[in-house]
């Protein structure tokens, strides 16, 4: 006879593997889905948003709850997950998640016209339904709590708007005056000669290899805006090319490789529970930041990364190892958050943390995002914005209703530099093992201290486990300001 343990975690497998399905979805949309498909596909998202919603509000799973009894300690976090995620979703009416569901499919499509286009105007009543849909969800979930909160929570349990503003208010600072006085200083070797996307995407699948990517389990595609979908035994992602910068395509995909390792390496007795996936945004964008930086574009790794692009490319316009590291470290004046470099990719966050909170707060009309969004960025940056594609439309996040996803960004790197002080004293061989292309060492480490456990412990608890202390911007400024003070001389 079965217990309600098991019963209840029969009904959330199912439900597990259909969300997986309705990740599919979306992942075919962003890489071989027909533009003639939208509003079909926008259908098929309400429907799978129906679907999911009544199944996470079934009432058996109150019961279930109120009966069940862990077996052991993931059995009581997968009863913590269910319990947290059946009494925000029952705060929900199935209409406004199926609604929601459709008018982000759609206002995707018109976000990358509208993109492509240049016309903002086009996008913004997308922009406002979209909007309008998330703050009455909101609303439903927070009852008199702050609104952002709850939807800050859909990616980062447990952190709240007034906790992220402070530290990010002790990161700005110390990073704008990093940054003041780096372009003071002159400017980094720069690539030149002919990168074939062929050779590019060749030597972005040797890297993902190399970071440990299982492609039995997995696949790279291309995509607008790169990006890691799934989980388990089924983790694909994508990446891009620019003609002129292959550092995009490279650096894209060890990046999504660092997300889709997460998945990847969680225990597999976990498959198909709520256990099973990432913890939360900030925790995945850690390991996402830290395959990217603090070891993909470190001073050993990108010695044996000259090689291979000589070897892939030829003259590339850069005769030593050093330069190179230089060169793939620049920092520079630019427009994109993506494209940023480690010193001002916080900034850019910051600048879209603090919009969407007066977005959703009401203190920032919609038609005066634009104005809003230009202003910042000449403060925060020094320069003027020159079309929207490099201003307030370039992420796709706001079109797909993820308000409360950007400020995880740099609490992932956060919490990436507090896990880089621990890997180093961890492994003394890091610098030798990645001047040979080999990241095992690190991988490894990341692997058993953070992606095995899934959601098995709260983000702040994992962090602090695995650092050894209580996350904190310290160890990433000082990183930061080591790092790039050496390149620059400083």
Known sequence: MTTAYDDLMAF???????????????????????????????????????????????????????????????????????????????????????????????????????????????????????????????????????????????????ATGAQLS??????????????????????????????????????????????????????????????????????????????????????????????????????????LTPVGGGVSMGVHESQSRIYENQLGRSEAFTGWLYGRMRDTFGDIGITNPADFYACVNSVGSGFIRTEADEVQYNLHVLLRFDLERALVSGDLAVTDLEAAWNDRFMADFGFAVDKPSNGVLQDVHWSEGLFGYFPTYTLGNVYAGCLYQALRAAVPTLDDDLARGDTSGATGWLRSNVQQFGGLFAPVDLITRAAGQAPSEAPLLAYLEQKFGGIYGL
């Open 12 to 158: 959330q497998r199912e439900t597990e593997a259909l969300s997986q399905v309705a990740g599919r979805l979306g992942w075919d949309q962003e890489t071989m889905m027909p533009d003639g498909a939208v509003d079909q596909r926008a259908e098929e998202h309400g429907a799978m948003a129906s679907v999911l919603h009544a199944r996470r509000i079934d009432p058996r799973i109150g019961a279930w709850l109120e009966a069940a009894q862990a077996p052991d300690a993931t059995g009581a976090a997968n009863l913590r997950l269910i319990r947290r995620s059946y009494d925000r979703t029952a705060k929900v009416p199935g209409q406004l998640a199926a609604a929601l569901a459709r008018e982000t499919s759609r206002a995707h499509r018109i976000w990358a016209q509208a993109r492509a286009d240049e016309d903002v105007a086009a996008f913004l009543p997308a922009l406002s339904r979209v909007l309008d849909l998330r703050r009455e969800e909101a609303a439903c979930i927070a009852g008199n709590a702050d609104p952002y909160d709850a939807l800050l929570d859909d990616y980062e349990p447990g």
């Open 166 to 271: 402070a530290m990010f208010g002790a990161l700005r600072p110390r990073l704008a005056a990093l940054r003041a006085a780096i372009l003071d200083r002159p400017a980094a070797p720069k690539l030149s000669g002919d990168f074939p996307e062929a050779g590019q995407l060749a030597l972005s699948r040797e890297l993902a290899l190399a970071f440990g990517y299982d492609m039995t389990l997995g696949r790279i595609d291309k995509a607008v805006h790169p990006f890691s979908s799934g989980s388990g035994l089924d983790v694909r992602i994508t990446t891009r090319t620019a003609a002129d910068d292959p550092f995009n395509c490279f650096y894209s995909t060890v990046h999504e490789v660092g997300h889709a390792c997460y998945e990847q390496g969680i225990d597999r007795t976990h498959l």
